[in-house]
């Protein structure tokens, strides 16, 4: 079991040999551009206008607080991050980030955001963000990740608050139109991880995390992933009866919802890995286009 | 040129390590993000004074 895990003494003898690279790949980058992107549909739906420099300063603060909690993430992670393929190349089970110096630089750069999102914009944006933080480090990563096979479902709920910052960075409020745009990413997030959870089954096995294929099998997530694929099609589209989506976003999130369904459609009926890996990447696409459009209407007015 | 005498300037100089270049960098990554935090503290603070309305 402990055959592909890094002795710790291995870890310390290499520990601080990392460069600069290793302390932005802590930030994961990859996962931060989609929180930004939704963290700016968020600032450009909202009604009202942001001095370019303060939106510059809110995607800033909104992507270093994401990315710091990715580093707190993978000072937590570290021992199942070795046991993993896909993430035993991260730079603390490689020995190149000392552990503890992952979790400093995390712990500042989210002090760090907060602080930064408060002052410059207002303190509803900065709450928001802490609590985002918080969420995704100590509900989803130290409580329920190894805990159950909803793990991803309530965790899911941390990735869920880039718009409702990005609005709040804007107006200084919640209202309904950002809470949507919550539930957007909130009910997206299930179907999306649960294709990764199929393929990379045997890597959460292994490292013992109960992800829903590895501890209900995959005819139940696939299950599952079909539900929430349905779920999302009505929340998908109510951007556009709230008045923020116009024409051209209600005729996207359909197009784009029918399509999520019909991939979950496909891996239900499959027996292998194949339409899950296809439904991932479309996954993320769907959610990129879906704001892309959200993005594009406001900006073309 | 024998090991010792190749290591020997680098360790007298303490600069030239492949070690001693990465911290370098390190250093200097810090050193840059603490002169852009201060910018944008400075920047923010003078666009919050003007009313923070678009020029």
Request: with cysteine; charged share 15%; glycine share 8%.
């Amino acid at each position: 079991m402990t055959d592909s895990v890094i002795a710790p003494e291995i870890m310390d003898s290499q520990a601080g040999s990392g460069t600069v690279r290793d302390y932005v790949a802590l930030l994961k980058p990859r996962v931060m551009s989609l929180v930004v992107f939704s963290g700016v549909a968020g600032m450009v739906v909202a009604p009202g206008h942001l001095h370019p420099v303060l939106a510059l300063v809110a995607v800033l603060c909104i992507a270093l607080a994401s990315g710091a909690a990715g580093a707190i993430n993978m000072w937590y992670d570290r021992d199942i991050d070795a046991m993993m393929d896909r993430t035993a190349q991260r730079p603390i089970p490689q020995g190149l980030v000392p552990a503890d110096e992952a979790l400093a630089f995390g712990v500042i750069l989210t002090i760090a955001s907060v602080t930064l999102m408060g002052l410059a914009l207002n303190w509803v944006a900065a709450g928001l963000l802490a609590l985002a933080s918080g969420f995704y480090i100590f509900i989803y990563t130290m409580w329920l990740k190894r805990r159950t096979p909803q793990n991803i479902v309530i965790g899911g709920a941390a990735g869920a608050f880039p718009p409702m910052i990005g609005w709040a960075a804007v107006t200084g409020d919640v209202s309904v139109a950002s809470i949507v745009l919550f539930a957007l990413i909130f009910f997206w997030t299930p179907p999306h991880f649960w294709a990764l959870a199929i393929f990379r089954k045997l890597d959460y096995q292994h490292a013992g995390v109960p992800m829903l294929p590895v501890v209900a099998g995959e005819r139940e997530t696939k299950k599952q992933m079909l539900i929430y694929t349905l779920l999302l099609l009505p929340i998908a589209i109510s951007p556009y009866f709230l008045g923020i989506g116009g024409l051209t976003y209600l005729a996207g999130s359909i197009i784009l919802g029918v399509a999520f369904v019909a991939f979950a459609v496909q891996v239900l009926r499959s027996d292998d890995h194949k339409p899950a890996k296809r439904m991932f990447a479309f996954s993320i696409l769907y959610l990129f286009l879906l704001f892309a459009i959200l993005i594009g209407e406001h900006l073309a007015v | 040129m024998t090991e010792q005498q190749s290591q020997g300037p680098a360790r007298k100089h303490g600069g030239d390590t492949d070690l001693h270049r990465r911290q370098r960098g390190k250093n200097l990554a810090v050193l840059a993000t603490l002169v852009a935090f201060i910018v944008i503290i400075y920047v923010v603070a003078m666009v919050r004074m003007s009313g923070g309305t678009f020029p």
